[in-house]
């Protein structure tokens, strides 16, 4: 994410994609990418899964997060990313709640551009340009957009006062039996 106050899109030459959605996204996005950029791009993969993805070249290496399961391995895979020198990160959001910590530790380690997928295969640039659009798609994910805003942001402030008065009955009731006894 160094590169979140500057505009200029890097080329599409070493890319390192971070699969934390549904695997049919990968799956629709390899072949329009290849088909894009044919022999040029070097697209390395993160994942969760077994297997791996249509389209996806036999070059490619494939990261799965499985094999990094405490904190010196996972320094180890980034040093590794890192001496790969990635200018693209893609990440996937869609919205479902697969490698989240690994998504975000990636984007924020790792020295590239990095663009978010959603499910729909719209992406956008990580960066200050597309502020609105990160802000929007923050409340879209958190639902605070739409007509479920108002009741999300309600419970959100009524949320203080009912576990004061939660722990106030709590009390009431304890020190009731204490008198008693």
């Known amino acids: 994410m160094r590169l979140f106050f500057r505009q200029r899109i890097p080329?599409?030459?070493?890319?390192?994609?971070?699969?934390?959605?549904?695997?049919t996204i990968a799956d629709n996005l390899l072949p329009g990418l290849n088909e894009l950029y044919g022999g040029k791009l070097n697209l390395d993969l993160v994942t969760c899964y077994t297997g791996e993805p249509e389209g996806l070249r036999e070059t490619a290496r494939v990261y799965?997060?499985?094999?990094?399961?405490?904190?010196?391995?996972?320094?180890?895979?980034?040093?590794?990313?890192?001496?790969?020198?990635?200018?693209?990160?893609?990440?996937?959001?869609?919205?479902?709640?697969?490698?989240?910590?690994?998504?975000?530790?990636?984007?924020?380690?790792?020295?590239?551009?990095?663009?978010?997928?959603n499910e729909n295969g719209?992406?956008?640039?990580?960066?200050?340009?597309?502020?609105?659009?990160?802000?929007?798609?923050?409340?879209?994910?958190?639902?605070?957009?739409?007509?479920?805003?108002?009741?999300?942001?309600?419970?959100?402030l009524l949320f203080p006062f009912m576990l004061g008065y939660l722990m106030l009955y709590a009390g009431a009731v304890h020190l009731r039996r204490k008198v008693r006894t």
């Open 122 to 156: 719209d992406y956008f640039w990580f960066d200050y340009t597309n502020l609105s659009t990160l802000v929007h798609f923050a409340l879209f994910r958190a639902g605070l957009s739409g007509g479920d805003a108002v009741t999300t942001i309600t419970r959100l």
């Open 64 to 117: 799965r997060v499985w094999n990094y399961p405490d904190p010196a391995s996972r320094e180890k895979l980034l040093a590794e990313l890192k001496s790969n020198r990635y200018e693209i990160v893609g990440i996937i959001c869609s919205g479902e709640p697969i490698m989240t910590r690994w998504k975000w530790w990636l984007a924020w380690k790792l020295p590239a551009k990095v663009f978010v997928l």
């Open 11 to 23: 080329h599409f030459h070493r890319v390192l994609l971070i699969e934390s959605g549904s695997r």
